[in-house]
């Protein structure tokens, strides 16, 4: 029996997400703050290369081991079926609109940084709702879930915590739209 790289886009993601963790903590100290971390509304500067960068680059950094694998537990789970039913280079493509969408949101409406995965967990979330998906139908299991994770979003919003509740939104938003206009390939 061999180990088999059978979600190559996602594997990758994960990879790369825990070398940055571990690289910002281990050698170069500032590196998620720095090249991971989209900075807020005010902090954002238009002239800066590394902010623009930061607009994509924040889904790979994460705070600590905790952060990291709650995102990843989702993705781990969940990105390989997705993989395999839109393909892999469809996948990327939607967990760096995912990314850039939700990093330029915060950058302009929220005077808070934004880091981490979650946004693309929650794009995933609702993407895998539409796995049965046949045109002129909408799932009850997309229903659900937008009711039970996207509603359990906007109650938290209200309370005062470091998540971001909006990038869950966001990332479910973009997840319902490429569930909807991206038919899985088949």
């Known amino acids: 029996m ?6 190559p886009t996602v594997l990758t993601y994960a990879f790369i997400s825990a070398a940055v ?3 910002s903590q281990t050698v170069f100290r500032n590196l998620t703050e720095y090249w991971f971390l989209v900075p807020g509304k005010g902090a954002f500067n238009p002239r800066s290369f590394r902010c623009w960068v930061t607009l994509i680059t924040h889904a790979a950094g994460h705070a600590s ?3 990291l694998i709650s995102n990843f537990a989702f993705i781990l789970l969940i990105g390989p079926i997705l993989e395999a039913t839109y393909g892999s280079l469809s996948l990327f493509i939607m967990i760096l609109i995912t990314s850039l969408v939700t990093g330029a949101l915060n950058a302009i409406f929220f005077r808070t940084a934004l880091m981490g995965a979650s946004g693309v967990v929650f794009m995933m979330i609702l993407l895998a709702s539409f796995t049965n998906f046949n ?3 909408i799932p009850l299991t997309f229903i659900l879930v937008l009711v039970l994770y996207l509603g359990r979003e906007l109650f938290n919003s209200f309370s005062s915590n470091n998540i971001s509740e909006f990038a869950h939104i966001v990332g479910g938003f973009c997840g319902s739209l490429f569930g909807f206009f991206k038919p899985p390939k088949r």
Request: glycine share 6%.
């Open 21 to 23: 963790l571990i690289l």
């Open 135 to 137: 045109k002129g139908e």
């Open 2 to 7: 061999r180990i088999k790289y059978n979600a």
């Open 65 to 67: 081991w905790t952060h």
